[in-house]
């Protein structure tokens, strides 16, 4: 008997909760309750989780969606990993590595199937590590991951969508997509996991930069471009770090389509064009318009920045490197564009 437990509970986590609520039911190997880690905070004066388990909805981070009955929330760690079998995991990146190392403290995790709902990378001894890998180091076992065109309020809405699972263990593929295919939620399985986990990750970058283009005032023409070349060192990337990534990995939802959504109204996006054109802080920007959320493409901006620099590759990813100038060094967001001039790739 399969338990699942969700670790997060922001609004991709939420969605996700509400996904595998509906399904768990449809099928008799898993247990029937879900549970889902909820870091300890109040919304108006009230516990969060006391709100989810007495409205079946988290009025924080995805309200207007109901969740099935069947979602505990609990901001005790140890009770929403009793007996788990099964751990989703979808937190900011920066919170990863500590959160993994709870849960290695409470439980035996040498058969605990984990997938990753994170879209996030890290420096590690002068290397980039993903987030499969990051979990992987502290739990000691091979995680899978979902990636793809996800807005997480538009899923939660049941607007049809895709994803892309990658795992490279087949009993465990069928698992994970008997958890989250639905009619509305499309699920893709391939076997590759870095490639599918590493686009995910580097599109917020890009739409980032698609949106401080977006703020200085320029038509779709430009923005199509910086797109673009976006697009062209995500692969680059990618196969610099895993050489093995299948060519069509880039094609599933993971790839192209998570980019092209994330760059027509992902977070990453809005906030890259409020930056541009309110020059206020990211970390501001948060605050007034995530409700403290943490983004994910800045971070990793930084995180590619000193990976390529300390590799002398700053000047083979124009874009990469001045998406970072703009975040981080207050260069002026029109160079941006700059990297279109005379390009070659």
């Known amino acids: 008997m399969e338990k699942v437990c969700i670790y997060g509970s922001g609004n991709w986590g939420t969605t996700?909760?509400?996904i595998i609520g509906e399904n768990i039911p449809k099928f008799s190997g898993f247990h029937q309750t879900v549970n889902m880690f909820v870091h300890p905070e109040?919304?108006?004066g009230t516990e969060l989780t006391e709100l989810i388990n007495t409205t079946n909805e988290n009025p924080k981070y995805l309200p207007g969606h109901k969740l099935t009955s069947n979602i505990h929330a609990t901001s005790d760690l140890r009770e929403a990993l009793d007996g788990v079998t099964m751990l989703v995991v979808v937190i900011p990146h920066q919170f990863l590595p500590s959160s993994m190392k709870a849960v290695?403290?409470?439980?035996?995790?040498?058969?605990?199937?984990?997938?990753?709902?994170?879209?996030?990378?890290y420096i590690a001894k002068d290397s980039i590590q993903t987030t499969t890998q990051a979990i992987e180091a502290i739990l000691k076992v091979k995680p899978s991951v979902l990636s793809g065109a996800n807005i997480a309020s538009e899923i939660a809405g049941h607007q049809i969508c895709e994803s892309t699972l990658g795992c490279?263990?087949?009993?465990?593929?069928?698992?994970w997509y008997n958890l989250f295919q639905t009619d509305y939620f499309n699920i893709q399985c391939v076997t590759d996991v870095y490639g599918v986990e590493l686009y995910g990750a580097l599109k917020n970058v890009v739409a980032v930069g698609v949106g401080i283009a977006e703020g200085t005032g320029?038509?779709?023409n430009s923005k199509a471009a910086?797109?673009?070349?976006?697009?062209?060192?995500?692969?680059?990337?990618?196969?610099?770090l895993f050489p093995d990534t299948p060519n069509d990995i880039i094609l599933q939802s993971c790839g192209v389509a998570d980019l092209v959504t994330s760059c027509m109204g992902g977070r990453n996006y809005k906030l890259g064009v409020e930056f541009s054109k309110t020059k206020k802080s990211f970390d501001q920007l948060e605050e007034e318009l995530l409700g403290g959320q943490k983004l994910q493409g800045p971070a990793t901006a930084h995180e590619i920045?000193?990976?390529?620099?300390n590799h002398n590759l700053t000047e083979e990813f124009p874009l990469f490197t001045i998406i970072y100038q703009i975040c981080y060094e207050s260069r002026d967001t029109h160079d941006i564009f700059k990297t279109l001039h005379g390009l070659r790739l």
């Open 16 to 18: 996700a909760a509400k």
């Open 42 to 44: 109040k919304f108006n």
């Open 104 to 121: 290695a403290a409470l439980i035996d995790t040498s058969k605990l199937k984990v997938i990753s709902l994170i879209k996030g990378m």
């Open 305 to 309: 920045y000193l990976y390529n620099k």
């Open 218 to 220: 320029v038509g779709n």
């Open 168 to 175: 490279a263990f087949k009993s465990e593929s069928d698992l």
């Open 226 to 240: 910086i797109l673009r070349l976006g697009l062209l060192e995500m692969k680059k990337f990618t196969l610099h």
